[in-house]
């Protein structure tokens, strides 16, 4: 059992920065692969970005490539998404998920492979 807490969202303007943390319960956290997901209002929840657990391999969306970044510090249980050059499209609420994964180099992004989730963590980009 894994229990994820976002922290980090918050009002921006266009253009600017955020930077959100999902910090993760129990001791295994680099055995887990971590993905940030959105969900804007009537929407389905969408993919973002994701790294593996050792966290040497990352995935990201086409629209946020080069503007976001995701990383992971396993010594303090954390994954972290980078936000720059932020646009309103990308206003959402942010959750982070966690996966058991086999092997240390694997990556995930579809939302059901994901069991574990945040409480999720609201963006909001103004114009």
Do not use: H
Request: charged fraction near 15%; charge should be positive; glycine fraction near 14%.
């Amino acid at each position: 059992q894994v229990q994820l807490v976002e922290s980090g969202g918050g009002l921006v303007q266009a253009g600017g920065s955020l930077r959100l943390s999902c910090a993760a319960s129990g001791r295994t956290f680099s055995s887990y692969a971590m993905g940030w997901f959105r969900q804007a209002p009537g929407k389905e929840r969408a993919f973002v970005a994701a790294i593996s657990g050792g966290g040497g391999r990352t995935y990201y969306r086409d629209s946020v490539k080069g503007r976001f970044t995701i990383s992971r510090d396993n010594a303090k249980n954390t994954v972290y998404l980078q936000m720059n050059s932020l646009k309103v499209e990308d206003t959402a609420v942010y959750y982070c998920a966690a996966a058991p994964a086999l092997y240390s180099g694997s990556i995930k992004s579809n939302p059901g492979e994901f069991p574990y989730w945040g409480q999720g963590t609201q963006v909001t980009v103004s114009s």
